[in-house]
């Protein structure tokens, strides 16, 4: 049988920011897939210049099969930048080639020409600088792709998807429904199943309110919202368990008891897994017709082009998403 050699198709992010220091710092490296990077060449070519690197930038040819990466080429599929880009200068110039770099990516992912997509930091403020509402790649994913997005971050040892990403914590109560809670834990039971190979995945799921409600005296989602869910989704044969609150359950004798956790808001569980695996973390979106991973950090403006950067978290992405496209083509020919 012909050894599967994945296509993953990545995104710089933000042109000012670090993101192509990254695609240049790991184009020199071996990897067991094929690489190609949705930009502008000139930008990849620019910035390995500054960081005193050889990168050759050929055009993919989509038309034939994918074959291993070569360390010192990254291949492209090229898109234009709208205005020059320099290290650490913003400018909303370029949002429109930074959402156009993901699109593009994104479809190949649709089309079958590509197995996965990893994506580089963006600036959502630059973005909505340039009068584009934009609250993140994983809500910009959902609309270019479809589904229920779940946003999940991996470290070693550890899963936490989140059942709200992207609000302002005023706004995280009135989000926190029965469907939601239900869709996402459903989104997370399945993709843990078919894409990360685990038969019957054990998940925790953190209360909204500290101390899980307090019986209802500090809230009544646990009560009214997320007990109702769990018991629902028991009587399906989910394992499920909660709620529990969060600075219990997020911690290390929990934690390995379990396959994943759900948390209910942004800054409830991340800070826990950055924490525990800053820089080796991964940020991979449930819930798509497409396999998307990324870097778990922001695009560091003050780093780009000066060769102090470390590419654990983009080289963590990358093999996640090579291992969950290999796996999803083992249950296609299985």
Do not use: W
Request: with cysteine; aromatic share 4%.
């Amino acid at each position: 049988m012909k050894t599967f050699i994945p296509r993953i198709v990545l995104t710089a992010g933000e042109p000012a920011g670090i993101g192509p220091d990254l695609c240049a710092l790991i184009a020199q490296q071996p990897y067991l897939c094929e690489l190609v990077a949705v930009t502008d060449p000139g930008l990849l070519i620019n910035r390995a210049k500054t960081l005193g690197l050889s990168l050759h930038c050929p055009t993919v040819d989509l038309s034939t099969s994918p074959e291993l990466h070569r360390p010192g080429t990254m291949n492209v599929l090229p898109t234009r930048l709208q205005k020059s880009a320099r290290c650490g200068d913003l400018d909303a110039g370029n949002a429109a080639f930074v959402l156009q770099s993901i699109e593009q990516a994104a479809r190949l992912c649709r089309t079958g020409d590509a197995h996965a997509l990893v994506t580089g930091p963006v600036h959502k403020g630059i973005i909505n600088d340039a009068g584009i509402a934009f609250s993140g790649h994983t809500e910009y994913l959902a609309k270019l792709t479809g589904g229920h997005p779940v946003m999940m971050l991996t470290a070693p040892g550890l899963r936490i998807a989140l059942a709200t990403t992207h609000l302002p914590l005023a706004a995280v109560s009135r989000a926190i429904t029965f469907e939601r809670i239900h869709t996402d834990l459903t989104v997370l039971h399945n993709d843990l199943r078919t894409r990360f190979s685990l038969d019957r995945p054990r998940i925790g799921v953190c209360g909204l309110n500290p101390h899980a409600g307090e019986g209802g005296h500090l809230g009544r989602e646990e009560i009214e919202i997320i007990e109702p869910v769990l018991k629902m989704l028991k009587s399906q044969g989910l394992q499920v368990e909660g709620p529990f609150p969060a600075d219990t359950l997020l911690t290390p004798e929990r934690i390995k008891h379990l396959d994943a956790v759900l948390a209910m808001y942004h800054d409830q569980g991340l800070p826990v897994l950055k924490y525990a695996g800053f820089g080796q973390a991964v940020n991979i979106t449930l819930g798509l017709p497409i396999i998307r991973t990324s870097v778990d950090h922001g695009t560091a403006l003050e780093l780009a082009g000066g060769g102090r950067i470390k590419t654990g978290s983009m080289q963590a992405a990358i093999q996640t998403a090579i291992d969950l496209a290999t796996n999803q083509a083992r249950q296609t020919d299985s």
